[in-house]
């Protein structure tokens, strides 16, 4: 079977997705699962810049690596490339809903569907906030990454 590939997908691609992406690849890792892992957004405004440094250097306190990374926007394409497309909140979901060609045939979501226990169903944008909005971020992307973990070794055994 093919390695799954998710995508991950936020406003501006520069705070919780990159951060999504750099916590599942250390995820994926650890468990010793092979994947595809990438992440955009479904806004232009940051095309070509690097993860905001607030969500690097809280990103990094924890271990996570974001080198590499360069925010790009959601293209059609992505629906044909990756298996998982999950956002970060409501409003982006509603947004790739609009961009997705009717035979997609991937899973599209919100990422906090693989945290049922989280106390939130929405990754909340940190962009115009403080220190405490990018922990939160942190918080609830480990907590889903566990979960879509949890959900592969169940449907793509290797
Ligand atoms: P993100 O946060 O969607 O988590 O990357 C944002 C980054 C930039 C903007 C909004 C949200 N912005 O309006 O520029």
Redesign the pocket.
């Known amino acids: 079977m093919n390695p799954p590939a998710i995508l991950f997908v936020?406003?501006?691609?520069?705070?919780?997705?990159?951060t999504a992406e750099a916590v599942f690849r250390r995820y994926s890792q650890q468990a010793g699962l092979s994947c595809i892992i990438d992440s955009a957004?479904t806004?232009a405004?940051?095309i070509g810049e690097p993860p905001?440094i607030r969500s690097v250097d809280y990103g990094t306190q924890r271990g996570y690596d974001f080198s590499g990374q360069a925010a790009r926007k959601v293209i059609k394409s992505d629906f044909s490339r990756f298996d998982y497309i999950l956002a970060?909140d409501s409003r982006n979901l509603s947004d790739l809903r609009d961009l997705c060609p009717p035979g997609y045939s991937g899973h599209l979501s919100r990422f906090l569907d693989f945290a049922p226990k989280a106390a939130a169903q929405d990754v909340p944008?940190?962009?115009y906030g403080g220190a405490d909005g990018f922990q939160t971020v942190i918080g609830l992307i480990e907590m889903a990454s566990s979960g879509l973990i949890h959900h592969l070794q169940r449907s793509h055994p290797d």
């Open positions: 936020c406003l501006g691609n520069i705070c919780r997705s990159p957004g806004g405004w940051h905001d970060m944008d940190p962009y």
